[in-house]
């Protein structure tokens, strides 16, 4: 605790932000169909293989809830970089994911939804639909 007084009147050095090391948070859903282990397990495994992502801490992964589509996944990494950007590290990663994920058959789910029709219109006669123009050949 720092009172108010020493920060207007003192110096103050912020010590916790003294690493370079930033952590970084991705979601990936992954199909209730797919074997979970395996999903999570190849998502380490993309993550280990990116050049910027850090050994230690080492990269983890674990579900976060079962979403309408997807068990969501939550993988953390570290990178000790920052200023070589972000979305770059995490296309990367994202794009080994989808090339693991393919290989061994595990689907990354979209939403889809069940249409149900309680009720469609009365027909129309056919008198009273447009004819369409014929074209004659020549």
């Known amino acids: 605790m720092i009172p108010n007084e020493l920060l ?3 110096r103050v050095e912020n010590w916790s932000y003294s690493s370079r090391e930033v952590r970084i948070k991705m979601a990936v ?8 282990r395996l999903a999570q ?9 990116a ?7 080492a990269p983890v992964c674990w579900i976060t809830g079962f979403g309408d589509s997807a068990v ?3 993988l953390r990494l570290w990178i000790s970089d920052p200023e070589g950007g972000l979305g770059n590290i995490q296309g990367d990663v994202f794009l080994r994911i989808w090339d693991k994920f393919k290989a061994a058959g595990i689907e990354i789910p979209f939403p889809q939804r069940d249409v149900h029709v309680r009720s469609l219109p009365e027909k ?3 008198a009273a639909k447009p004819k369409r123009a ?5």
């Not at 859903?29 to 979970?36: C, E, K, M, P």
């Not at 397990?41 to 293989?49: C, K, N, S, T, V």
């Not at 050049?51 to 801490?57: A, S």
């Not at 014929?134 to 020549?138: H, M, Y």
């Open 72 to 74: 969501n996944h939550e």
């Open 29 to 36: 859903g992954v199909s209730y169909d797919s074997d979970l």
């Open 51 to 57: 050049p910027r992502v850090l050994k230690k801490p």
């Open 8 to 10: 207007m009147t003192e």
């Open 134 to 138: 014929s074209r004659k050949p020549g």
């Open 41 to 49: 397990r190849l998502m380490l495994e993309a993550a280990d293989e």
């Open 124 to 126: 129309t006669p056919a």
